[in-house]
């Protein structure tokens, strides 16, 4: 099995993969228990090499390659294009541009542009990952003049919560802890976001009741969505942005706040103004780099990598990876 932690930077990923057999060869022994290859179509075990390089199944008689059923099946670019793709995307705090990546690899802007979105469908957000313990959660509205500013912040009357100009996008902070390499406690937090249609109870409730456990610490402001929350059994405590009334000991939403800068400044910095369309994939990119900014380059490219060949990992598989390293 291939051992990942030494691909740290870019140089080291290109060299080992020097050969598209390479490439291949580590997909097959990633993706199939070192070699043991098993059927997409039928799940059969028995399959034998052909000539070509491709397998057949002896089961469904069907032949495929080593990449049907994962996100680089019918590609005609070099496999280590895309390895360099999700390595820059995982590596780049802000993520990268289709005419960055255009560049970096030699592919035209809108290749480079449909590789990004392939990509970006590896993480999407599941409530596998269900938070608990202590979770804030908050709402900000994009678009128009004054996007991007916290409501409370924001002039009064001119914008509010209308959702005529804006898309309002809802989201969910646990806060935890894990031990670091020194045996030290290391705060963490771990994010779900979703683009919404309305900030009301009917909307922001049943969100929370599928992301959140029962029983735990919710920590909202106080908008009217939010009532009812104990009734359905979490722990609501509100803050009062209306009055000035940001943080009581540790009844606050600052940490969301955090992601939310992260996801500001993502946007501005590389990808400029994102259609409605696909705001809800430039936000599950974000989400994923939240919830891996403490795994290093190498440990990130290769979580990236063994959601690439299909085998997907859910959040609560990392912590328990971070908790371990
Ligand atoms: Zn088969």
Redo the contacts with the bound molecule.
Sequence with gaps: MIDFSKFNNIISLTSYFNSEETCKQTIIESRWNNGDVV??????HD?VERTDGRFR??????N?SCLVGTIFENTKLPLIKWFIAMYLISSHKKGVSSYQLSRDINVTQSTAWYMLQKIRLLYPQSDADTFDGTVECDEVYIGGKEKWKHKSMRTPHTQGRSTKTKTPVFGMMERSVFINEKGKEESISYVHAFVVDKTDKATLQPIIEQFVMKGTRVITDELNAYNGLSKLGYTHAIVNHGAQEYAYEDIFTNSIEGFWSHFRRMILGCYHDVSDEHLQQYIDEAVFRWNTRKMNASERFAHMFTMSIGVIKTWDDIKVGLMCA
């Design positions: 059927c997409p179509y039928c799940g059969n399959c199944c002896k089961s469904c008689r069907k495929f």
